[in-house]
């Protein structure tokens, strides 16, 4: 009889093998719109600018923004070795769906098993070269795309963004505890939305209320990794499509942990 084991089958997918990345890390979010997206592209720029080789994988399959917040438009090209991903003006690299779209205003309708493995060839088909970081934007939430990143990738750490609102806590608290379940590092949390600041008094306006983020990673036992004010001058930039331009500066904690993974 077969001798019985509680080792968990090891679902990782292989890495296209002309690829080689070094760090693997998850941006996630326990919600929609608390601006995943906009910290992966600040940390993929901020580190590419450091000389860092970098990209940026869209796991955000149905949502996808990072194609526009860089102007790139369905210039994906392949061979036989694989799919190559678009590079950003920075240099930095980046592979979604809405590149590969004929029309990417027509809305991605898929079951999860097809999201799931559009998300695994995006590791095992894609042609990423040398890379020194590659960031994962999330789906939000905990559903069958970020349960497959944290299986079948080699993922080195998670970072949550949260935003200060009501429901803050219980969220941060899930997103954490589906890593820590998953065996994953969390580096921290950026919060996002943290305030906007007066143009004409410099005075600090927490817009969506009073931040709890403190004492909720102190209870996590994680840390802040930065504070975002709104910028509408980043969030012009996003829509201009010349995101590779900005340099974030309020994520130099988060940056601070990447480097340290070296
Ligand atoms: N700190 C900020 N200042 C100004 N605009 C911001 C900021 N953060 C995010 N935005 C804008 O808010 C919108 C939502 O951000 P983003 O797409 O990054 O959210 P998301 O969490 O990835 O969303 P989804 O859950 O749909 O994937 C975008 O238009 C983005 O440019």
Same mark, same amino acid.
């Given at each position: &009889? ?5 080792? $968990? ?33 600040? *940390? ?5 600018? $450091? ?17 526009? $917040?860089?102007? *790139?438009? !369905?210039?994906?090209? !392949?061979?036989?070795?694989? &799919?190559?991903?678009?590079?950003? %003006?920075? #240099? ?12 990417? =205003? ?26 020194? @970081? ?8 905990? !559903? ?31 997103? @954490?505890?589906?890593?820590? &379940? $998953?065996?994953?590092?969390? *580096? ?13 008094? =410099?005075?600090?306006? =927490? ?7 403190? =004492? ?9 990794? #930065? ?6 001058? @980043? ?11 900005? *340099?974030? %500066? @309020? ?12």
């Amino acid at each position: &009889m077969a001798k019985e084991t509680n080792k $968990m089958p090891d679902l990782h997918v292989k890495l296209n093998p002309d690829s080689s990345i070094k760090h693997v890390i998850g941006i996630v979010s326990g919600k929609g719109g608390v601006g995943k997206s906009f910290v992966t592209a600040s *940390l993929a720029n901020q580190m590419a600018k $450091m000389g860092y080789r970098v990209g940026i994988l869209d796991a955000d399959i149905t949502g996808p923004s990072i194609p526009k $917040m860089y102007g *790139l438009h !369905g210039s994906i090209k !392949g061979n036989d070795s694989g &799919m190559y991903p678009a590079e950003a %003006e920075n #240099g930095v690299k980046i592979m979604s769906v809405n590149l590969l779209l004929q029309n990417e =205003e027509e809305p991605v309708i898929w079951r999860g098993p097809i999201l799931v493995n559009v998300v695994k060839q995006f590791w095992s088909e894609v042609v990423w070269g040398d890379l020194d @970081y590659l960031f994962v934007d999330m789906p939000p939430g905990t !559903g069958d795309v970020p349960l497959t990143v944290f299986q079948s990738l080699p993922v080195d750490g998670v970072i949550i963004v949260s935003s200060p609102q009501e429901l803050v806590r219980m969220i941060v608290t899930k997103a @954490y505890k589906m890593a820590h &379940m $998953m065996a994953i590092p969390v *580096l921290g949390v950026v919060e996002n939305y943290s305030y906007v600041k007066c143009p004409d008094c =410099e005075k600090k306006i =927490e817009v969506f209320g009073q931040s709890h983020i403190d =004492e909720i990673v102190e209870d996590l036992g994680t840390k802040v990794l #930065g504070k975002m004010p709104i910028r509408t001058d @980043y969030a012009n930039a996003a829509d201009a499509g010349t995101f590779s331009g900005v *340099l974030n %500066e @309020y994520v130099d904690d988060a940056l601070t942990a990447l480097v340290q993974l070296s």
